[in-house]
């Protein structure tokens, strides 16, 4: 039977202060624009979170999709941690992207690899898709048993998409601010729009025209929140309160329930999308990294169980 968790996490008082100041700076820049033209300006944001200790970064080629490796000291050489990048299926590196990677590979003891995966409008759908798919499948042939697949935002999507078609290669999935259904009829894209500082209904639809042009959203390689969830390893989602994709993440409960698969959702109470990227500034994202982390290790068989 699967073991159903709900935890709801309180603001503290030093984020909520935190968050205020970030509103008002946020307040003052233009709304994400999820088009090529802000991939220089995505990649120099997400780098600025500050690395890991003790992680060394190497380049890497996995079934011809190539990438970085985040190593730390004590990773066994038989586990790994495949991340899928966010960024609307149109922005995100993973060179941008290794120095968060570098705390969940730090903290759960695993090597992790981060794919530059197909992007629209230049490769869209099933190009990035079947890369990831590619990718699982070829760090199991190298040795890999031991393979938990994670994600935040877009890559929270696809990474599910991925697990549904090669699940049981995998021991967990860690979603971070999924972005599950990209038929765009969830009512947290209304109902959060006055609270989400960062994505809008519109930049979402333009990143699903790039993305899934002509193809239907609601088919479930595009939209897993649709797909087949019986027979997917144990799920951990983080979604804040403040984002208009909050309903992406229930989505998945209910259908995780629904297949009898074990998930715990972990809602963070004023944070917004993505918010574990803010490790240097939030105590809520420290501790995301913290519970993120130590799902990983004991899906991979080292630690103890958290629930």
Known sequence: ?????????????????????????????????????????YDEFLALTPAADNVRFEPGMIAGVSGWWCIPADAPADAALLHLHGGGYVLGSAQA??????????????????????????????????????????????????????????????????AQATGSALRGILLISPWTDLTLTSSSLSEK?????ILTPDSLAGAVALYAGTINAGNPRISPRFGIFAGLPPIMVHVGTDEILFDDAKAIDDAAEQAGVPIAVHIWEGMTHCFPFSLASLEAARDAIELSAAFVRNQLGGGAPHQ
């Open 193 to 197: 729009a006055d609270v989400d500082p």
């Open 1 to 41: 039977m699967a073991v159903m968790a709900t935890k709801q996490h309180k603001q503290t008082s030093v984020d909520a202060a935190t968050m205020v100041a970030t509103r008002e700076y946020m307040a003052t820049l233009p709304k994400l624009a999820v088009v090529p033209e802000a991939r220089g300006w």
């Open 97 to 162: 992207y290794r120095n968060f990677v570098s705390h969940l590979a730090q903290k759960a003891r695993v090597s992790a690899f981060i794919p530059d995966y197909a992007l629209a409008p230049e490769a869209p759908f099933p190009a990035g898709l079947d890369q990831a798919i590619a990718v699982i499948e070829a760090l199991q042939n190298e040795g890999r048993k031991h393979l938990a697949i994670s994600g935040d935002s877009a890559g929270g999507g696809l990474a599910l998409a991925a």
